[in-house]
């Protein structure tokens, strides 16, 4: 059985940093492009960042660019989101997803297996 669990989210206040962390378990985890996605109330779920499996391509949403930093450990089958200089408009539930077949693509439907997520708040 896939399961991919984040972790991590919590409250922080404008400008602070955050790291989430995803568990994957049940798949070849090497062999998967792993991402980042959020999902903000009232908003369709949208893009973050992505990595493959040897970390030699990663992509990020232009509005993260700069602050957030994928990565990954295939080791322990776990990939990470540091977002820095966190904003209002990140709030959101964020939820990992693997790939198989893909590259670090933003593209949803390419994703076969998702996490249940982790709630974001970013408020003064």
């Known amino acids: 059985q896939v399961r991919l669990l984040e972790s991590g989210g919590g409250l922080v206040q404008p400008g602070d940093s955050m790291r989430l962390s995803c568990a994957a378990s049940?798949?070849?985890?090497?062999?998967?492009?792993m991402a980042w996605f959020r999902q903000a109330p009232g908003k369709e779920r949208e893009f973050v960042a992505a990595?493959?499996?040897?970390?030699?391509?990663?992509s990020y949403a232009d509005s993260v660019k700069g602050r957030f930093t994928i990565s990954r450990d295939n080791a322990m089958k776990m990939v990470y989101l540091q977002m820095n200089s966190l904003q209002p408009e990140d709030a959101a539930v964020y939820s990992c997803a693997a790939d198989r077949w893909g590259g670090a693509t933003a593209l949803l439907e390419n994703y076969e297996y998702w996490g249940q997520g982790t709630q974001v708040t970013v408020s003064s």
């Open positions: 990595i493959t499996w040897g970390s030699k391509n990663i």
């Open positions: 049940g798949i070849t985890f090497s062999w998967y492009t």
